[in-house]
Structures are given as structure tokens and as C-alpha cells.
């Protein structure tokens, strides 16, 4: 009863003080009705940005989180009042009124943003930008962290991450059903078909195809329809109605006599197709028999460029070390195998490809090498994301920094020989030395060791979960079998060394500064310096001093490579992230052998 009273008497309020207004705009005739009509749109316009702000509150200050449901977005829970969603977009209405029959987290609906959007993806910022919209009828401004990449040369005006997070908000707009949104970023994604490299307008085709927007499918498959772009790529990654379409456009846009030429397929072009089949079905001695019936090269068929681009690196190395593929090879649009794993950016295949000989300043047609490519497609965010230690790193900057230190490597020298001569003991003391150092690697640089171990063509599981039965007192592998001879034990031995000072050389050839971590954690003069709370009283302060000045000797490590990398002018605030991380995660329970 109050509280209907008390709005009626807010709006007899409002409705008078309107009044006034109008009544004191009549009596003065000095005042055109133009006029009162300017005075109420001004009203209305400042009522309307006073609710929005009342409403952004509810986003951003947490005195005024009265939130009853949740999204999960990349594993950030976002919460939402589903009164406001439900009002605001007809998808949310229908949504929360069959109610939810999913997870609930502390009483409240919880919902996964990947389940509700079914075609593409939907980022936490990018939802964040849109939620605010939802709440305000504002667009915030774009966020540089995730719109720009950290190609410095860049001016980001058609760059992968500013393409993926236009996509993202289209996707979200498309799906919670806010059509003007929809339009809005359709008009920003059709700037960005004639300014970006093909291979990143696949992508808004895809879009396009999904939230069926005719007008932005047209632009796109004409300017692919144009491209370079050989028809396996387009099969592979389009749906086959589309590929249709630009084959279509292709052909109309030939001269008379070429649709006649197009149509005769190559000889070899079916012994191709069934070379890319078996790296599809990641069956390489189907790959082998194929090479060996048909007169087709690994060369011919650009099968190293294919599995770069589509293989597991499992399938990879194993092409590789056929040893029949050149690493140099430029396909029919110009680009080396190593630019194409720049682009699918993963760690293994990159490094494999760098051990096999590419060279990483070869550039593309356009003038883009692995190293800018790789950067043109990697977001700041995720480029200056902090490590944790024992974690895993981020793959992005991972590439990033790999290729970077490759251009660099012509001055480092790694010289780590093998000698068949070395004696059983020398043996067994070494292994000691590269077990213990491989596995420290490990659990301080989780990522950067398994790549090193991949590539070093060593077994990880071999590397550190032999059983008990095979280890003596010391923890080094002793061998078991009583009618094995010396030799063969030796051997044995001897192979096991190489594999371990392959991963160490290719730490560090790829990851200098984590091997100069290392260093400093290894040539520790005292064992159980990472035992802090063990000793006597004295023995513990000494110990916590010598401590601490390890960790300075691993922030001085990850200095001098920052140094290093200002000096030819990379960018290196990933490097102090990594290094201030690892740094305050260093674990007391580590002890050397």
C-alpha cells in the first residue's frame, strides 16, 4: 500500500514538475513550442542516461551485486540478472523460462556460454562488452589486449585478434538475438574482408554462413573466390555448398577456354588425394605404400605443408624423418613449410621443423616471415599472460619467443659431444647429471621440457617413470637382466645418455633463458638449500639467505635475456612475467640428487 502511494506521489511529482515546465513554456512568449519540445527530449534523455547508469552499476560495483544466475565464460563465472537479460533479448526469455536443467553453484543457475552458442565462440571480454550493452544500451570501446597483436609493425586495422573479437561479439549478437548489434558488426567485419590476409577471412566466411548474413557470405566469397587459395584448402575448411559457390565464381570469371582446361584433372592429382587421406587418418605406412606405388613425391603432393597444417605433430616428425620432404619447399602460393606452422602455431611442429633446417627469415610474397606471422596472430593478452611455475605456459608466447631466439641462434653455439668411449661408470655418472637436470626441467618448465623431449625423438614416459625395480640406491637406471652382456648394457646406456643431451641441447637452443635458470639451480653449493625448515636454527637462516639469492640469480637470468631482446628489438615484458612468476612459485620440497 506504501509503496504503490509512494510511486503514485513520485509520478504526480514528475507529472507536475513536467507540467511546470510546459505551463511556465506557454505563459512565456518568448518561447517557441520547438522549444518545449527540445525540453522534454532533454528530460528524456537524461532520465534514460541516469538508468543506464543505475544499471551499470550492477556490473561494476560490487556493493551492488545482486546477481541470480551465472555464465561460465573460458572458465570465468560472469554473473547476470536474468530479469534484466529476459527483458532485453527474446533468446534469454525463453531460455530462463523452461528454467534450467543444468549445474547449480552456490543456489544459483549456472550456464556455460559454450552451450549456448553454437557456432563459434563467445571470449570473456567480448561478452563482457556485450553484457554491458545489454545493461547500459552503450558499446564500450574495443580492449587493446585482446584487439591488437604484438607485431609492433602492425597497425591492427585487419589483424587476427581484432578479426576474432568482431567475430566473437557478431556471434554473440547473432545468437541472444540483438539485430542491431548484428548489423553493427557486420558493417566492422566487412572493412576488415578486403584489408585481411585470405586465410583470415575464412574465418567471417564461416560467420557469415552460420548467422546467414547474405550481404557480408558475398563479399567474402568473392574476395576468396579471387585469392590464391587452392581448392584442398578450401574443401578442407569450408562447407562443401560454399566451396561450390566459389568454384562457381571462379570458373565464371575465367575466359572461355578455361573452364575446358579446369575441367581435365591432373594425372597425379588422385595419388595426391589419397597421400593427404593417409595424414588424415594419421596412418603413415599407408603414406609409405603410397609413395612407393605411385611415381608422387612427399614433395609433390606439399604433403609436409598439408600435415603442417592439419596432422597432429606425432605425424609430423614422422614425416620428417622419412627424410624424403624438403623443409625449403615453397608451395604453388609461396609459402614454406615453416610459414604454414606458423600459422596452425604449434610449439612441437615448429621446433621439429627448425632442428630439420628451416630457416626462419624466409619470407612469404607479401614480406611476412614465421616470426611476424605468428606475432599478427597472437592477442597481447595472451602474449604477456604470466607463468606459473609448474604450469603450463602459454602457446602463444611460446611460439612467439621460440622464433625469435631461432633468429638470434646464428651467434649461440650448443657444443654437447658424444663419445662411444666413455666408461660404465663415466656412464652412470653422467646419466646422473642429465636425468637429474631433465627432470628438474620438468617441474619447473613443464611445457618448454616436453617440447624438448618430443623433439630429442626420446620417450617421456621412459625419461621419468621407470619402476623401483629398475633403479638402484642412487636412483640411476640399472639394468636387471643377468644374461645381458656388458656390452649391450653399455649400449643401452650409451643410447639413453645421447637422448638425454639431445633434450638438454634442445633447451638450450630453443629456451636459453630457462637453461640459465637451470644453471643457477643445479651449481648450487648447497644440496638441501630448498629444505628451509632442516638444520639447526643458524643453518636455516643460511640457508634462506643463500635462498634468496637464488632467486635473484634467476630474476638476473631473465633479465639479461630482457636485455637481450631489447637489444634487437623484441619485446620483452613477457620475459619479466615469466621469470617474476617462477620466481615466487619456486617450491622448498625440490632437492637436487
Not at 556471434?171 to 586465410?199: C, D
Not at 608422387?296 to 627424410?323: F, M, P, R, W
Not at 627432470?439 to 618430443?454: G, H, Q, W
Not at 637470468?557 to 623484441?570: C, P
Amino acid at each position: 500500500m506504501f509503496g504503490v502511494m509512494d510511486n503514485a506521489n513520485e509520478a504526480s511529482s514528475s507529472l507536475s514538475f513536467a507540467s511546470s515546465l510546459l505551463s511556465n513554456g506557454s505563459s512565456n512568449h518568448n518561447i517557441s513550442s520547438s522549444t518545449n519540445n527540445e525540453h522534454v527530449a532533454n528530460i528524456d534523455i537524461l532520465s534514460l542516461s541516469k538508468l543506464s547508469g543505475c544499471l551499470e552499476k550492477l556490473l561494476t560495483d560490487a556493493d551492488y551485486d545482486y546477481c541470480d544466475a551465472e555464465i561460465l565464460v573460458e572458465g570465468i563465472p560472469v554473473g547476470i540478472h536474468r530479469c534484466i537479460l529476459a527483458s532485453r533479448s527474446q533468446f534469454f526469455h525463453d531460455l530462463f523460462k523452461k528454467g534450467n536443467d543444468g549445474s547449480v553453484k552456490e543456489g544459483k543457475p549456472r550456464y556455460l556460454m559454450s552451450a549456448l552458442v553454437p557456432y563459434g565462440t563467445v571470449g570473456y571480454e567480448a561478452f563482457l562488452v556485450f553484457l554491458h550493452y545489454l545493461y547500459t544500451g552503450k558499446l564500450k570501446p574495443s580492449p587493446p589486449e585482446v584487439t591488437t597483436c604484438v607485431d609492433e609493425a602492425c597497425i591492427h586495422d585487419a589483424c587476427r585478434p581484432a578479426i576474432n573479437y568482431a567475430l566473437e561479439l557478431l556471434y554473440a549478437s547473432a545468437t541472444f538475438q540483438m539485430k542491431e548489434l548484428v548489423l553493427l558488426f557486420q558493417r566492422r567485419l566487412l572493412n576488415f574482408v578486403e584489408k585481411a590476409l585470405v586465410e583470415d577471412v575464412i574465418p567471417i566466411l564461416m560467420a557469415s554462413f552460420h548467422c546467414q548474413l547474405s550481404q557480408l557470405r558475398s563479399q567474402c566469397i568473392q574476395r576468396v573466390a579471387r585469392s590464391d587459395l587452392d581448392s584442398i584448402s578450401l574443401e578442407k575448411e569450408l562447407p562443401h555448398e560454399v566451396v561450390t559457390e566459389i568454384k562457381s565464381l571462379q570458373v565464371q570469371s575465367q575466359p572461355e577456354s578455361a573452364p575446358e582446361a579446369m575441367e581435365v584433372e591432373p594425372s597425379n592429382d588422385k595419388s595426391i588425394r589419397k597421400i593427404h587421406k593417409a595424414l588424415d587418418s594419421d596412418d603413415v605406412e599407408l603414406l609409405k605404400l603410397l609413395l612407393n606405388e605411385s611415381s608422387v613425391t612427399l614433395d609433390d603432393a606439399n604433403a609436409l605443408h598439408y600435415a603442417c597444417a592439419y596432422s597432429d605433430s606425432k605425424i609430423v616428425q614422422e614425416v620428417l624423418s622419412l627424410g624424403s620432404a624438403d623443409v625449403s619447399l615453397r608451395n604453388p602460393r609461396g609459402y614454406t613449410v615453416l610459414h604454414v606452422a606458423a600459422r596452425r602455431k604449434d610449439l612441437s611442429i615448429l621446433v621439429a621443423l627448425l632442428k630439420k633446417g628451416s630457416c626462419v627469415s624466409d619470407t612469404t610474397p607479401d614480406g611476412q616471415n614465421a616470426l611476424s606471422i605468428c606475432q599478427r596472430l597472437t592477442r597481447r593478452k595472451d602474449y604477456h599472460e604470466k607463468t606459473v611455475q609448474g604450469k603450463e605456459s602459454n602457446k602463444d608466447r611460446l611460439c612467439v619467443d621460440v622464433l625469435e631466439r631461432e633468429i638470434r641462434r646464428n651467434s649461440m653455439s650448443v657444443n654437447m659431444s658424444f663419445s662411444s668411449l666413455l666408461t660404465t661408470d663415466d656412464l652412470h655418472m653422467r646419466l646422473g647429471i642429465f636425468e637429474n637436470r631433465v627432470a628438474v626441467a620438468r617441474m619447473l618448465f613443464p611445457a618448454e621440457a616436453r617440447v624438448a623431449i618430443e623433439n630429442a625423438e626420446a620417450d617421456s614416459t621412459s625419461l621419468y617413470a621407470r619402476s623401483s625395480a629398475l633403479k638402484g640406491p642412487s636412483g640411476i637406471l640399472k639394468e636387471v637382466d643377468l644374461n645381458e652382456t656388458p656390452s649391450v648394457r653399455t649400449r643401452k646406456l650409451q643410447l639413453r645418455l645421447h637422448a638425454l643431451q639431445k633434450t638438454v641441447e634442445n633447451g638450450k637452443r630453443f629456451f636459453p633463458h630457462c637453461s640459465e635458470v637451470l644453471d643457477k639451480f643445479l651449481d648450487d653449493e648447497m644440496p638441501d638449500v630448498f629444505f628451509l625448515e632442516k638444520g639447526t636454527e643458524e643453518e636455516q637462516i643460511i640457508k634462506k639467505a643463500r635462498f634468496q639469492e637464488l632467486k635473484d640469480d634467476v630474476q638476473k637470468a631473465f633479465h639479461k635475456d630482457m636485455a637481450e631482446n631489447n637489444h634487437t628489438g623484441f619485446s620483452s615484458s613477457v620475459s619479466s612475467a615469466s621469470s617474476s612468476s617462477r620466481r615466487d612459485g619456486l617450491s622448498h620440497k625440490v632437492r637436487k640428487k
